[in-house]
């Protein structure tokens, strides 16, 4: 299965912006949707956003008027912009390769995880 890496994560405060990069290990074009999770310590990994091969996207409804998400399927790579970013946007962020989306036996793929932390 694809392999993804994230990155962009850091210190950031209330207000300001990230944009989070997952690269894949090979083309996403094929890959029927790709999304953000987040996990804040204690707490359950929650879905954030995602894109689906089409372009369509959606989003939690915490996040749907300040981050988006896109691809850019030359450089094999999903991004999570994040806007006016808040305390409790406080999480490791992962990527997931969502295969079951389209109904296909391979099993969804996640990446290692980036750290957004507020200061």
């Known amino acids: 299965q694809v392999q993804l890496v994230e990155s962009g994560g850091g210190l950031v405060q209330a207000g300001e912006s990230l944009r989070l990069s997952c690269t894949a290990s090979?083309?996403?074009?094929?890959?029927?949707?790709m999304g953000w999770y987040r996990q804040a310590p204690g707490k359950q990994r929650g879905f954030v956003a995602i894109i689906t091969r089409a372009g369509t996207t959606n989003y939690a409804d915490s996040v749907k008027d300040r981050f988006t998400i896109s691809r850019d399927n030359a450089k094999s790579t999903v991004y999570l912009q994040m806007n006016r970013l808040k305390p409790e946007d406080t999480a490791v962020y992962y990527c997931k390769a969502i295969y079951s989306y389209g109904g296909q036996y391979v099993a969804d793929s996640w990446g290692q995880g980036t750290q957004v932390t507020h200061y």
């Open positions: 090979g083309s996403i074009f094929s890959i029927p949707a």
